[in-house]
């Protein structure tokens, strides 16, 4: 079963990918996690990565195309996956197709998980993260057991400045221009299914297993 979650910042693309993989027992695969991977492991392409990263540059689409090709080449991928964070753009989605039509690994099934503004500002501008594992926590929805330390590592908490409120009201405009043409895409290839992900998150993981087994 190969997935795709879609859906705007603040939507839990992150975490449902991560349980969903662990439900079905597929790869998870993350284009932010790629990059990571590649630029900590001085790969050829992580290091070119890395030169745009510091420049505070966006990593050009043709660098990420060529990590997740790669990605798409390990043995872990043949019974599936779930990819999170790409595509974000209609070219992106025209791009993995190329990658996975050369690859005889065509997508199953997308799901566009809908959130509300009011939702993804509450999401957002209350996430803390930690500043050594990357761990993600909640001022309300998932508070650390003691003040801004991390529960796994012990790091030390704290607030993005994406996640500031007049800044995610600016990602959400940006994302839903892009991904307009993206739904559009995906609808007209007759793989796409549309969930609200304002709920609870296990709500929304039962909903996705349900459609995973339903397309399966």
């Known amino acids: 079963m190969r997935i795709i979650l879609l859906g705007p910042p603040g939507a839990g693309k992150g975490t449902q990918s991560k349980e969903l993989a662990g439900r079905l027992t597929l790869p998870h ?3 932010g996690d790629i990059l990571r991977e590649n630029v900590l492991a001085q790969t050829d392409l992580g290091k070119k990565a890395k030169d745009f990263m510091d420049k505070g540059e966006l990593v050009p689409d043709k660098l990420v195309a060529k990590m997740l090709s790669e990605r798409f080449a390990q043995p872990d991928i043949k019974s599936g996956f779930i990819l999170d964070g790409y595509p974000r753009n209609l070219n992106q989605a025209k791009t993995l197709d190329g990658i996975l039509s050369a690859k005889q690994m065509p997508v199953d099934l997308v799901v566009y998980l809908d959130t509300s503004d009011e939702v993804i500002i509450q999401r957002l501008t209350g996430r803390l993260v930690c500043s050594k594992c990357g761990a993600n926590f909640h001022k309300t929805n998932m508070p650390p057991k003691i003040g801004s330390i991390c529960d796994i590592c012990a790091g030390k908490l704290y607030q993005r400045k994406d996640d ?53």
């Not at 993206?182 to 796409?192: G, S, V």
């Not at 709920?199 to 459609?211: F, P, Q, S």
Request: net charge positive; glycine share 4%; hydrophobic share 40%.
């Open 164 to 216: 500031l409120p007049e800044t995610v009201k600016k990602r959400i405009e940006v994302y839903k221009n892009e991904a307009s043409a993206l739904i559009k895409y995906y609808k007209e290839k007759n793989i796409l299914h549309t969930l609200s992900a304002d709920g609870g998150a296990n709500i929304v993981l039962r909903e996705i297993i349900a459609l995973s087994q339903n397309n399966s």
């Open 29 to 31: 695969i993350s284009t």
